[in-house]
């Protein structure tokens, strides 16, 4: 059982959305429950994968993407700081220092997945920004998208307390 003040409460969820900020739910701090029915969840741990760097550290590097059970490149055409600041932000890395275009961190493998990438720099991963269809481009691996993070992850709004894990416990 957690403590202090309760938050949320009839929480009604899809399963889709990107944060429990997208749910369905009784206004901020309006509730008619107590501790007894606090929430809980036990995740994986195993993120699956979706994007990565492929550069010096884990937060710097050639932008790739999982798709299709294989890795693939991102052009650079329009890309620019919102952009990275996705990738920074779906990696954990914090905040986005540069958008490094022009395969700055080498070229990368076939295929390239994704051209004219255009986030407003708020999504939670470059899947939900607009792009071309996946493996519909016209550029070439020397125009390979990059990003440099600055490596330190922003604090959560959410986090799970007095599990056995990490992933585990009451949020």
Same mark, same amino acid.
Request: some cysteine.
């Given at each position: 059982?957690?403590?202090?003040?309760?938050?949320?409460?009839?929480?009604?969820?899809? $399963?889709?959305? /990107?944060? *429990? &900020? %997208?749910?369905?739910?009784?206004?901020? +701090?309006?509730?008619?429950?107590?501790?007894?029915? @606090?929430?809980g969840v036990v995740?994986?741990?195993?993120?699956?994968?979706?994007?990565?760097?492929?550069?010096?550290?884990?937060?710097?590097?050639?932008?790739?993407?999982?798709?299709?059970?294989?890795?693939?490149?991102?052009?650079?055409?329009?890309?620019?700081?919102?952009?990275?600041?996705?990738?920074?932000?779906?990696? $954990?890395?914090? /905040?986005? *220092? &540069? %958008?490094?275009?022009?395969?700055?961190? +080498?070229?990368?493998?076939?295929?390239?997945?994704? @051209?004219?990438?255009?986030?407003?720099?708020?999504?939670?991963?470059?899947?939900?920004?607009?792009?071309?269809?996946?493996?519909?481009?016209?550029?070439?691996?020397?125009?390979?998208?990059?990003?440099?993070?600055?490596?330190?992850?922003?604090?959560?709004?959410?986090?799970l307390v007095n599990?056995?894990?990490?992933?585990? $416990?009451?949020?």
């Open positions: 059982q957690g403590t202090g003040h309760i938050w949320l409460d009839d929480m009604n969820c899809t $399963g889709t959305e /990107a944060d *429990l &900020s %997208a749910c369905r739910t009784r206004p901020w +701090g309006e509730r008619n429950c107590n501790h007894g029915e @606090d929430a995740c994986s741990g195993v993120a699956e994968p979706s994007g990565s760097l492929n550069g010096p550290n884990r937060c710097a590097g050639r932008v790739e993407v999982f798709h299709e059970q294989q890795w693939g490149a991102v052009c650079d055409d329009g890309w620019d700081t919102a952009e990275a600041r996705v990738v920074c932000r779906q990696l $954990g890395c914090g /905040a986005a *220092l &540069s %958008a490094p275009g022009s395969a700055h961190f +080498g070229q990368g493998p076939d295929p390239i997945w994704l @051209d004219d990438v255009n986030c407003s720099g708020n999504e939670a991963a470059l899947s939900e920004c607009r792009a071309q269809s996946w493996g519909s481009h016209n550029c070439k691996h020397g125009e390979d998208a990059g990003v440099v993070c600055s490596g330190i992850p922003e604090v959560p709004p959410l986090w599990g056995p894990i990490r992933c585990a $416990g009451t949020v």
